[in-house]
């Protein structure tokens, strides 16, 4: 009998830890019209924890139209309290072997504390336009 006991204890703190452990995650992707990227996209992330770092990546979805090596743009940030960075970033999108689509995911930031709450504005522009992309976007994880 302690034995069962003891093995639904266990198996309840397994449950309870398991649950604690997700990875709060904010996804925002915009879709474009046609399968061209050639003008800015903006992304609006809503901030309520200003201590907790978290990590930003850019996801790129894409079809066998892509034809580059690489994609570069430029990302712009602006904060609540009205600061802006503004710099250029490179994607490196591997080419399509087959005809399904793709996405892949690109590290931007790591380990990056939004110190203000309130709303940031992220704009990701390409430098020049891009065949192929169907949908670009971030993803914000603790």
């Not at 904010?26 to 809503?46: C, L, N, Q």
């Not at 999108?93 to 931007?108: A, G, I, K, N």
């Amino acid at each position: 009998m302690q034995s069962v006991i003891r093995n639904i204890v266990l198996l309840a703190v397994v449950v309870i830890a398991t649950a604690c452990n997700t990875t709060p995650r904010t996804v925002e992707v915009v879709d474009h019209e046609g399968s061209v990227w050639s003008s800015a996209e903006e992304i609006v992330y809503d901030n309520q924890d200003s201590l907790c770092s978290r990590d930003i990546k850019i996801v790129v979805r894409y079809d066998r139209t892509y034809k580059a090596d690489s994609i570069a743009l430029r990302v712009l940030t602006v904060a609540p309290d009205s600061m802006v960075l503004e710099e250029p970033f490179v994607l490196r999108v591997p080419r399509l072997s087959d005809l399904r689509p793709d996405e892949q995911t690109f590290l931007y930031r790591s380990n990056v504390t939004l110190r203000h709450k309130g709303e940031y504005l992220f704009r990701l522009t390409p430098e020049k336009a891009v065949e192929g992309i169907a949908s670009v976007g971030l993803i914000i994880e603790e």
